[in-house]
């Protein structure tokens, strides 16, 4: 079946470009998650949906990172005058229901292979 | 502040049993142990979750110590596409917050 996918694979920006990367979670997910991953470190939480509603993007690092999720399935996250500190690979991931409900943790995140963000 | 201590690397022969040791001490009683893999160029892909009763599933076996603050991750007969780095993760809430892992490379 299909996971989730994100685009594009790959991405070369200059300094200052804005960029907008996509994730299409699984259908039917309502939890979306963003997560950062730089070079030889594990994955850093970024930012959290639950349907439409963001609620919680404890994890952006600057105002020039944005996510967005306007109905509930198909998320962007766009940075904005992108930085060299900015090239990291950028993971989404979902899971099929809410958490903070009884059967949450037996419920995994799924995470797609990512977009390589180079800011050169 | 990291909630898991897990070895950085190890090496294991192919057909042969890995052991992948975490420990977690100060875990609460709500928090369950979680394990992924990220195998190279992919993204974290799920193997095996429990709060303290042993756990397996197609992939491993999951040994929690009677205290909870350890935990084995089994992969009962390893195979070269089993060579990633593997995360031991508590979790308690929504997030999953990923450490360093353990670089695993399994040999022929």
């Known amino acids: 079946g299909a996971g989730v996918s994100q685009s594009p694979r790959y991405k070369v920006a200059k300094r200052g470009q804005d960029v907008a990367l996509r994730c299409d979670p699984i259908?039917?997910?309502?939890?979306l998650f963003w997560y950062q991953q730089a070079l030889g470190q594990g994955p850093e939480f970024l930012t959290y949906f639950q349907n439409e509603a963001q609620l919680d993007k404890s994890g952006l690092p600057s105002d020039r990172f944005f996510a967005e999720r306007p109905e509930g399935s198909v998320s962007t996250l766009k940075i904005q005058r992108t930085q060299q500190e900015d090239s990291a690979v950028y993971l989404c991931a979902s899971s099929p229901i809410p958490p903070r409900s009884a059967p949450w943790v037996n419920s995994p995140l799924h995470f797609g292979n990512g977009t390589r963000l180079t800011v050169t | 502040d990291a909630k898991t201590t897990q070895p950085p690397s190890m090496d294991c022969a192919e057909g042969r049993a890995a052991n992948l040791p975490c420990n977690h001490s100060t875990i609460s009683g709500n928090e369950y142990v979680y394990w992924y893999r990220q195998i190279h160029s992919q993204g974290p892909q799920y193997i095996i979750h429990g709060l303290k009763n042993n756990e397996t599933n197609e992939m491993a076996s999951l040994i929690i110590t009677e205290d909870r603050k350890s935990s084995t991750l089994i992969l009962p007969h390893a195979t070269l596409r089993d060579t990633a780095v593997y995360y031991c993760?508590?979790?308690?809430?929504?997030?999953?917050?990923f450490g360093a892992g353990t670089t695993v490379t399994v040999r022929a």
């Open positions: 993760i508590v979790r308690d809430d929504y997030k999953l917050s």
């Open positions: 259908s039917g997910h309502v939890s």
